[in-house]
C-alpha cells in the first residue's frame, strides 16, 4: 500500500537522534528517504552504547537501528569536491532535504536555502540546530542534556532535596523531531498549493521551550517559579508516585469525583476525610494526604491497587521498569511496534505516534548499511555506471572506496 508520501524523496543529512527521528517518521508515511552519511563510520550514532560483541552481532547499535528504518545509505565525502558535487545534484532533484549540522554549515558546503533555492524552488528545506540561527548562543554547541539544564526542565527534575537530574530520554530531541515533522508537512501542503518549497527552521532551544510552555507562562503571567517535586505535581494532589507492597503504583485523582471514586476504591474509613474534600483542601494537606494514602497501598500488591482503580476510573498505572514496558501486551494492542527482517534476522521498533487508519504504515526497508544504496540511488537522478565510477575515483565516496 502507498504511504501518504509516497513519491517525495527526502534527503536526510541529519545524524545521531534529532533529525533522523523526524526522518524516519518521513519514510514510515511513504517518503523515499536517501540517507546521506561519512564515508567509513556513517552516522556516529551507529557505534552509540554497544560493546563490541554486540556491535558486530547487530551491525548497528539499537540507538541507530530504533530511528533509522525505511531509508536508503549513499556516503558521501563533503570535503571532497567530487563528493560535495552529487551532495548538491541529489538536493536539486529532492523535496524534501533535513538536516541538523550547527548554522552556517550547510552555507559553507553551498548546500544552504539561499544556494539551492533557485535551481530548486520547489524544495523544503528544513534545518534543526541547538540554539536557533541568531543570538547569542547561536554557535553554541548542545545536546538534549544541553538544553535540558538551559531550558529549566533538569531543574524541575528529581526529588527536592537532592540535585536536579535529567530526563532518562532524549525527550528533547525527539519531541522536537515530531515537530519538524509536522513543520515539514505544512510546508509541503503550502508547496501543493502554491507551487513554491520554503525554508523551515527548528531548534532544541524551541523544542524545550514547547515542553516548558506553561511553566514559562506561569512565570511570566504569575510570578511563580516552581521547583523540583519529585514524582509530584504542583496542579493537583494525589498526583505521584505510591508504594506498593511489590513495587510502586502512579495515582491520579485530580477531580474533586475522581477523589472520592479513589478514596471509596482504597480505604474510605482512611481517606474520606472532610480535610481532603476538595482540591484546594487536597493541596492545602498534601504532605498528610499522600502519607494516608501511602498507609493505604503500602499494603497492597500493583495488581490489586491497579484493579480496583482502573475498575473506579482512576488514573494509575505500575512503574514499570524498561523491559516490563517493552514486553507489555498493550504495546503491541496499540500499534505502536513493527517488525522486520535484516541480515536474516528479525528485528522490532517503536513505531510513529500515530496510527493512520488508512493507509497504515510499513517497514519497507530496514535501516541500512553505510552507503549501501550509493549506486542505486545515483542511478536514478541520471547518473550513468561511468559517471559514478569516475565520482569514486574522484574520492566522492571517501578514500576507503
Known amino acids: 500500500m502507498a504511504g501518504v508520501l509516497d513519491g517525495v524523496r527526502v534527503l536526510d543529512f541529519s545524524r545521531v537522534f534529532a533529525g533522523p527521528a523526524a526522518t524516519q517518521a518521513l519514510g514510515d508515511l511513504g517518503a523515499d528517504v536517501v540517507k546521506v552519511e561519512e564515508p567509513g563510520r556513517g552516522d556516529e550514532a551507529r557505534g552509540f552504547g554497544v560493546t563490541p560483541e554486540v556491535l558486530a552481532r547487530l551491525g548497528a547499535s539499537p540507538s541507530y537501528l530504533a530511528l533509522n528504518r525505511n531509508k536508503r545509505s549513499i556516503a558521501l565525502d563533503l570535503k571532497s569536491p567530487a563528493g560535495l558535487a552529487l551532495a548538491r545534484r541529489l538536493a536539486l532533484s529532492a523535496d524534501v532535504l533535513v538536516h541538523n549540522f550547527r548554522p552556517g554549515a550547510m552555507e559553507a558546503w553551498g548546500l544552504g536555502w539561499d544556494?539551492?533555492?533557485?535551481?530548486?524552488?520547489?524544495?523544503?528545506?528544513?534545518?534543526?540546530?541547538?540554539?536557533?540561527?541568531?543570538?547569542?548562543?547561536?554557535?553554541?554547541?548542545?545536546?538534549?542534556?544541553?538544553?535540558?539544564?538551559?531550558?529549566?526542565?533538569?531543574?524541575?527534575?528529581?526529588?527536592?532535596?537532592?540535585?536536579?537530574?535529567?530526563?532518562?530520554?532524549?525527550?528533547?530531541?525527539?519531541?522536537?523531531?515530531?515537530?519538524?515533522?509536522?513543520a515539514i508537512l505544512a510546508a509541503l501542503l503550502h508547496r501543493a498549493r502554491t507551487g513554491q518549497g520554503q525554508k523551515v527552521t527548528s531548534s532544541l532551544l524551541q523544542s524545550s521551550a514547547h515542553l516548558m510552555s506553561y511553566f514559562y507562562t506561569d512565570w511570566w503571567l504569575a510570578g511563580t517559579e516552581h521547583r523540583r517535586m519529585g514524582t509530584a505535581n504542583h496542579l493537583s494532589v494525589p498526583n505521584q508516585v505510591f508504594p506498593a507492597a511489590d513495587g510502586d503504583v502512579v495515582v491520579i485523582a485530580p477531580s474533586d469525583a475522581m477523589w472520592r471514586r479513589l478514596a471509596r476504591a482504597l480505604d474510605p474509613a482512611a481517606l474520606d476525610r472532610p480535610d481532603f474534600a476538595t482540591a484546594m483542601d487536597r493541596r492545602a494537606n498534601r504532605v498528610a494526604l499522600v502519607e494516608a494514602v501511602s498507609a493505604v497501598t503500602r499494603r497492597m500488591a500493583c495488581d490489586e491497587i491497579l484493579a480496583r482503580l482502573g475498575a473506579a476510573k482512576v488514573n494509575v498505572a505500575r512503574v514499570n521498569n524498561v523491559a516490563q514496558a517493552a514486553d507489555h501486551p498493550q504495546l503491541d494492542a496499540a500499534g505502536a511496534v513493527l517488525e522486520w527482517q535484516r541480515h536474516g534476522h528479525a528485528e522490532r521498533g517503536v513505531a510513529p505516534p500515530f496510527t493512520l487508519h488508512g493507509s497504515p504504515v510499513e517497514v519497507r526497508r530496514p535501516p541500512p548499511d553505510v552507503g549501501e544504496h550509493a549506486d542505486e540511488v545515483l542511478r536514478e537522478i541520471g547518473l550513468t555506471g561511468a559517471e559514478i565510477a569516475e565520482a569514486r575515483a574522484a574520492g566522492a565516496f571517501g578514500p576507503a572506496e
Open 115 to 182: 544556494d539551492l533555492r533557485g535551481d530548486n524552488p520547489r524544495l523544503v528545506h528544513c534545518g534543526f540546530s541547538a540554539y536557533g540561527e541568531a543570538g547569542p548562543l547561536r554557535d553554541f554547541g548542545a545536546n538534549d542534556v544541553a538544553l535540558q539544564a538551559h531550558s529549566g526542565l533538569m531543574h524541575l527534575t528529581g526529588e527536592p532535596d537532592r540535585p536536579p537530574v535529567r530526563v532518562g530520554t532524549a525527550g528533547i530531541d525527539l519531541h522536537g523531531s515530531m515537530g519538524m515533522v509536522a
